[in-house]
């Protein structure tokens, strides 16, 4: 899985338990998820469709710096599935699984449209 992204729990993403919120969590997971899709499709417009199970197995607290890791399970017509998971660098500890999620790809009217994409492509491997 490669980690693309790091995030430090503040103050304002915490729950009354002074715990990390999962609902923040999960806005960063999918904007994370939206940013790659993004990179990889060379498309703006993707929209999220569909998460499998969220597995929380841990937490993260104030101070703690969190990690986005990302896979692709399978490229479809339309879409890309992700699997993520986020761990805490603190504790070594992960947070949050999630085994699937769907991103689909956008034309400009909003319809699912076809990426010809069928393999991970890396920014480098464009230059």
Not at 12 to 27: I, M, R, S, Y
Not at 83 to 96: D, F, H, L, S, Y
Request: proline letters at 3%.
């Amino acid at each position: 899985m490669r980690f693309h992204t790091r995030k430090w729990v503040k103050p304002e993403d915490l729950n009354p338990n002074g715990t990390l919120f999962g609902g923040k969590l999960l806005a960063w997971i999918d904007e994370e998820l939206a940013l790659y899709t993004i990179i990889q499709l060379e498309n703006p417009r993707v929209v999220t469709k569909h998460m499998s199970e969220i597995n929380f197995r841990s937490s993260a607290r104030q101070g703690d710096i969190v990690e986005i890791g990302i896979d692709v399970v399978k490229f479809g017509n339309t879409s890309v599935v992700l699997k993520c998971a986020v761990r805490n660098m603190m504790t070594r500890e992960t947070i949050i699984t999630i085994d699937e999620t769907t991103m689909v790809n956008l034309d400009e009217n909003g319809k699912p449209r076809a990426h010809g994409k069928t393999q991970i492509e890396f920014v480098k491997d464009r230059l």
